[in-house]
């Protein structure tokens, strides 16, 4: 498993000048209805693509896009993970418990509770913490 990151770096172009750092948006994904079977010949329209220049850059964009969303994902189990293990809570889980909830080692669990920590306390002044049960 991939050790916890932050977010997309700035692209280039905050470097030609621009304000603050500038990032690519992240392509849309798009779905095929849930009754459509599954099929490893269709990919988000890419098979349906013929110039390889337009290929690439759809390819690209689901690249950016699914990578966008992972990390996201990411921060998101981080933050459940230092919830969980919130010594204030009277339903806390050890570490253990996370771990194999999340399907971690608990080496792995620690530094995920420990980068969850620091997502909860460097949130944007202003913003509800998330509910706790």
Same mark, same amino acid.
């Given at each position: 498993? !991939?050790?916890p990151h @932050? !977010? /997309?770096e /700035? @692209?280039?172009s905050s470097a030609r000048g621009g304000?603050? /750092?500038s990032y690519r948006r992240p392509a849309p994904l798009l779905f095929e209805p849930s *009754? !459509? #079977?599954p099929d490893d010949e269709h990919f988000f329209g890419l098979e349906s693509l013929t *110039? /390889?220049?337009e290929l690439l *850059?759809? #390819?690209t964009e689901l690249v950016h896009a699914f990578r966008a969303a992972a990390d996201r994902a990411q921060e998101y189990q981080a933050s459940a993970a230092a919830q969980? !293990? *919130?010594p204030q809570r009277f339903d806390r889980l050890p570490e253990a418990a996370i771990a194999d909830r999340g399907g971690w080692t608990e080496e792995y669990a620690r530094k995920m509770i420990e980068f969850g920590q620091d997502l909860l306390q460097n949130r944007v002044p202003g913003t509800q913490p998330p509910p706790q049960s």
């Open positions: 498993m !991939a050790e @932050s !977010a /997309p /700035p @692209s280039r304000g603050g /750092p *009754d !459509a #079977a *110039d /390889p220049k *850059d759809r #390819a969980l !293990a *919130d």
